[in-house]
């Protein structure tokens, strides 16, 4: 009995990296005071909270890879020394996050970083992208046991959205490698039945 093949599509993805402190360059348009935004570290580990901010932000952009973590997997990787989540809120409702995860050679990764549908295209990207790379060349006053920061990197790919790798480029990321691959599409987690309806 035949199968229908799986179907594929074409992903390009680019390779980022800031090699010193001063590579970073602030957000040039920030949300004015009375808007009510800040950005915070998420201090003490939360499971619950984690996957919410994972699935809010990754449900139209194809983040896939941690659904099937349980509350030990996230647990266990969020309890890690120098794994860090920063929040952008608005009005104290959570708009954002950045992850920041060290490796032992002192290079941080931004593992995950996006804002919730309904803030994207305000200036709270730039932002809070801004003050999570700060926070990464920093790291290890908090974390003294971590490695001094050296090289700080990331990566997306043509299923992010279409504004990413330019936000990267702004605030000082350099392309240092760029590859392409057939994956398999699958679908997105989300939004929720209705969430995406129009309401204006």
């Not at 010193?20 to 580990?45: F, I, K, Q, Y």
């Not at 909270?49 to 030990?72: E, I, K, M, N, P």
């Amino acid at each position: 009995m035949s199968t229908s093949p799986t179907p594929t599509r074409s992903v390009t993805t680019w390779w980022l990296e800031q090699t010193s402190p001063s590579d970073l360059v602030p957000a040039a348009r920030t949300p004015a005071p009375e808007a009510g935004v800040r950005v915070a570290r998420a201090a003490v580990p939360s499971p619950e909270f984690s996957r919410f901010l994972y699935t809010a932000v990754g449900q139209d952009v194809t983040w896939t890879d941690r659904l099937g973590w349980d509350a030990a997997r996230w647990r266990a990787f969020l309890g890690r020394p120098g794994v860090e989540t920063w929040v952008a809120y608005e009005h104290d409702t959570p708009a954002g996050f950045l992850e920041l995860d060290p490796g032992p050679d002192g290079a941080v990764e931004v593992s995950y970083f996006g804002l919730l549908p309904a803030f994207r295209g305000r200036g709270l990207g730039g932002l809070l992208l801004a003050e999570g790379v700060a926070r990464a060349w920093d790291l290890t006053r908090r974390w003294p046991g971590v490695p001094a920061t050296r090289r700080v990197w990331l990566h997306t790919c043509s299923k992010d959205g279409p504004h990413a790798l330019a936000n990267y480029r702004r605030r000082g990321f350099r392309v240092y490698d760029t590859t392409r691959a057939e994956e398999p599409v699958v679908a997105t987690p989300g939004p929720w039945p209705g969430a995406a309806v129009d309401e204006s």
